[in-house]
Every structure is written in structure tokens, then in C-alpha cells.
């Protein structure tokens, strides 16, 4: 921020209790055996949401793209270590894992993932402009009192989008609410692979009676 009149020091912001978005970029581009698995996966089956559509099968990861499976499962370790950075070990594995197909004029209504602890997408093909968005959840709390503001940044919004690209691999709390807003300018359809999380290990303490081995 820039220096207030008649004061020497800058004026110093803190992102207090920020949510974390993890972005990654997998170098490797689809090989032809994953591109296969993925045309397997839509003729298994498509079930219909409210504005886009899902593949019956919720467990592609299990029989399916080992390789991309693998790819995502280093970057939910890493997530751990350093953003939950817990004490004792955890082990993080991958529940549910389902293919996305939202045609142009569709769209993915807000939601949130219950019993999972981190949530991904991986982006198979996107469109112009295409980002996730994501909603803070303190914001009926916020809009207590309206203000109208000149422009939106991170401290004063209540959604925040954030950009993906073909081969993102986005990691956030399950708790996040998010969604797909329609997209005027989609012309194609946007494809993507999103899973759940839970977790093997010890949670909580003895001592403090709250601990939880699973």
C-alpha cells in the first residue's frame, strides 16, 4: 500500500487466516493411453446434474490414468507438509475421483465437498477465460453492512476467481465453497477430472483427549 501523507513508514496488510489454493502445472501433456482412458471413462457413462454432466462411475481413479493419479497424489503430499504442516504423519489418499463435462451454456451450481479433507481438479480442457471461483465463507457476515466498492481486490471481496488452463491441478479445503459460472464465451466443451480426499493416521492428542486413529 502506498505511504499515508506526513507518515514515513508504509502501512503493512496481513492476510490473516487466508485459504489456500494450491496451482500446479503438469509439464507432461496427455499421452495417448490417458487420452484413451478418458474417452473410456465418457462411453462408461454420463450421469446428468442440474446444469452439466458427471460420469456415473465416482471412482475412475481406482481402474484409470494411473499415471495422472500418481501426479496429483505427489502434489496432495506436498499440501500437507507445507500448508497443513501436521505434527505426526498423515497419509492422504484419494476416495472419489469423477470426470466433469460442462457444455457451452452450462454451468456448476455453488457447493462445497463434505467428508473430504482436500479437494481437486485437474483440468482437462478448458475455455476462453475459464477459472474457478471461489466464495468466502464469512461473507453473510460481511454483507451485514453494504459498501459499494470502486474496484474489487482481496481484501474487500466476497468471491475470488482464480484462472485455470489446460493440465492445472487446483488442491483446496473441501469446506471452500466454489463454482462454475456460465461463460459467455465458451464455445467448446470444458472437461475436467475433480476428486476427494480422507485420511489415514493418528488426528488430535492423547493428552488432551481428543485423539482419533484411523
Known sequence: ????????????????????????????????????DIVDIIKEGMGRNDNNSSTENTYIFKTKLKALKQFCEKHIINYVIEIINPEKELDLYITQSWLNITKPGEYHHVHSHPNSIISGVFYISTVEDD???????????????KLEQKEYNMWNSISWNVPVDNNILLLFPSWVTHQVKLNPKATTDRVSISFNTFVKGILGSRKDSTELIL
Open 1 to 36: 500500500m502506498k505511504t499515508l501523507y506526513g507518515e514515513t513508514n508504509p502501512v503493512k496488510l496481513h492476510p490473516l487466516f487466508p485459504i489456500p489454493v494450491y496451482n500446479i502445472k503438469r509439464e507432461l501433456e496427455l499421452d495417448t493411453t490417458e487420452e484413451k
Open 131 to 145: 477459472y474457478l471461483s471461489f466464495g468466502d465463507p464469512n461473507a453473510k457476515v460481511k454483507e451485514q453492512i
